[in-house]
């Protein structure tokens, strides 16, 4: 297979999922900036959003204040918005604020940006839970190397939301934990 043809064949794999473009274009852009970046929280256009106003904005004010955290390394701010049954492919609070120290000593100028394209409520009064579907990615500069490097990115994963002590907070994902994952694929600890 010539060149050509491999790369008519990526970009006709690309567009037969529009979803990647945004997953290609946030990696791209975490990548090739030098600059400390901006993160970003938005809901993209098109979205199903099956809750009200108010809702959709505790929702984005607790990424908004997780981004901030992260922007100053404040891991006690970080694991304020973690509930406190927080549980991830068996991963607890104290394992993802070993995961955060971890990155914090490692990597500096950590930017992460997220996109939501699902936000839903499943059950109701102190038994709710918000399913937010977001694709995104968190990069920062090695303290090592000194280059930008991707630390994560994900692709439809649906983060868990709790209301806890009156605060909607990040409890975890979507479904069973898998015994043993696919091929190819990471857990997604960090919201």
């Given at each position: 297979m010539t060149g050509?043809?491999?790369?008519?064949?990526?970009?006709r794999s690309m567009?037969?999922?529009?979803?990647?473009?945004?997953?290609?274009a946030v990696a791209t852009l975490?990548?090739?900036?030098?600059?400390?970046?901006?993160?970003?929280?938005?809901?993209?256009?098109?979205?199903?959003?099956?809750?009200?106003?108010?809702?959709?904005?505790?929702?984005?004010?607790?990424?908004?204040?997780?981004?901030?955290?992260?922007?100053?390394?404040?891991?006690?701010?970080?694991m304020a918005l973690y509930a406190t049954q927080y549980n991830y492919h068996g991963l607890k609070q104290a394992d993802i604020r070993k995961v955060w120290s971890d990155l914090f000593k490692e990597y500096r100028n950590l930017v992460d940006v997220h996109f939501f394209s699902k936000i839903v409520n499943v059950g109701s009064g102190s038994n709710a839970i918000i399913e937010v579907t977001c694709t995104g990615s968190l990069s920062g500069f090695s303290k090592t190397s000194g280059l930008r490097v991707p630390i994560d990115s994900w692709y439809g994963e649906v983060h868990f939301l709790a209301l806890e002590g009156g605060t909607w907070r990040i409890r975890g994902n979507a479904g069973e934990t898998p015994r043993v994952l696919p091929f190819g694929t990471a857990p997604h600890p960090l919201f």
């Open positions: 050509l043809m491999r790369g008519v064949t990526m970009a567009c037969s999922c529009p979803g990647r473009w945004v997953l290609v975490s990548l090739l900036t030098g600059t400390t970046g901006q993160a970003a929280t938005s809901i993209q256009q098109g979205a199903v959003v099956e809750v009200d106003q108010a809702t959709v904005n505790q929702i984005l004010e607790v990424f908004n204040k997780a981004e901030a955290a992260v922007a100053v390394e404040d891991l006690d701010g970080i």
